[in-house]
C-alpha cells in the first residue's frame, strides 16, 4: 500500500496569510505514460464531507476558488491556500489515486485566529 | 444534479450486522463508481472499497476483507455496505463517495455514523 503522510499535523493562520501544507508518499504518483501526478486534495468542513479541492496533483475541481493551487511531482506535494479566509477553516487531506487501495493522509487541521 | 441520499445512523450490539444505503440521483447509476470510506471521529479517512454497479464488480482494500460487503441494485439506484460481526473498532462515520472522471471522489453523501455499543 501505498503510505500518504501530511504535515504539519495542525496550524493557525491570520485572514489574508499564506498557507502552505505538505503531502508525502511513499512511492512515485507519477504516471510515466501520461506525465501525470494522481494526487488529490480534499478540504472538510467541521460537520461536512470531504470536498474535492485538486486532482491530478494540479488541476482544480470545477468552481473551487483559485487561491486554492496544488503542485508537486513524484512522491512530495503541497497545497497552498494564497490568502487564506476564515470559511478555509477545515481540514484537509490528500488522497493518492494511482493505485489500490486508495489512501489519504492523516490531514492537517487548518484553523484561523 | 449528483446527490447521493445515505441512511440514517444505526445503533448495533456487538457482533450484528449493519446494512447501509447510497442512494444516487442526477447521473446514469451504472456508469460510475460507487466507493465507501471510514472516517473514525476526529480521525482521517479509509477507502474500504468500490463497486461498479454496472457490472456488480467489486474491489476491497485487504484491511476490510470479510468485514464489508458492498452490492448494488440497479432498478433503485442504490448501493449498499453490510458490516458485519460488528466490534467497537467499526465505530465510525461511513460515507459513500462516486468517482469522477480519474478515480477521484467528486461526490460525497453525507455520511452513516454507526455506533457500536451493548
Known amino acids: 500500500d501505498i503510505v500518504m503522510t501530511q504535515s504539519p499535523s495542525s496550524l493557525a493562520m491570520s485572514v489574508g496569510q499564506k498557507v502552505t501544507m505538505s503531502c508525502k508518499s511513499s512511492?512515485?504518483?507519477?504516471?510515466?505514460?501520461?506525465?501525470?501526478?494522481?494526487l488529490a486534495w480534499y478540504q472538510q468542513k467541521p460537520g461536512q464531507s470531504p470536498k474535492l479541492l485538486v486532482y491530478?496533483?494540479?488541476t482544480r475541481e470545477s468552481g473551487v476558488p483559485d487561491r486554492f493551487i496544488g503542485s508537486g511531482s513524484g512522491t512530495d506535494f503541497t497545497l497552498t491556500i494564497s490568502s487564506v479566509q476564515a470559511e478555509d477553516l477545515a481540514d484537509y487531506f490528500c488522497q493518492q489515486h494511482y493505485s489500490t487501495p486508495r489512501t489519504f493522509g492523516g490531514g492537517t487541521k487548518l484553523e484561523i485566529k | 444534479q449528483v446527490q447521493l441520499q445515505q441512511s440514517g445512523a444505526e445503533l448495533a450490539r456487538p457482533g450484528a450486522s449493519v446494512k447501509l444505503s447510497c442512494k444516487a440521483s442526477?447521473?446514469?447509476?451504472?456508469?460510475?463508481?460507487i466507493n465507501w470510506v471510514k472516517q473514525r471521529t476526529g480521525q482521517g479517512l479509509e477507502w474500504i472499497g468500490e463497486?461498479?454497479?454496472?457490472?456488480?464488480?467489486?474491489y476491497y482494500n485487504e484491511k476490510f476483507k470479510g468485514k464489508a460487503t458492498l452490492t448494488a441494485d440497479k432498478s433503485s439506484s442504490t448501493a449498499y455496505m453490510q458490516l458485519s460481526s460488528l466490534t467497537s473498532e467499526d465505530s465510525a462515520v461511513y460515507f459513500c463517495?462516486?468517482?469522477?472522471?480519474?478515480?477521484?471522489?467528486?461526490?460525497w453523501g453525507q455520511g452513516t455514523l454507526v455506533t457500536v455499543s451493548a
Open positions: 512511492q512515485s504518483l507519477l504516471n510515466s505514460s501520461n506525465q501525470k501526478n494522481y
Open positions: 491530478f496533483a494540479s
Open positions: 463497486i461498479y454497479p454496472g457490472s456488480g464488480n467489486t
Open positions: 463517495a462516486r468517482n469522477g472522471n480519474y478515480a477521484v471522489f467528486a461526490y
Open positions: 442526477g447521473y446514469t447509476f451504472t456508469d460510475y463508481y
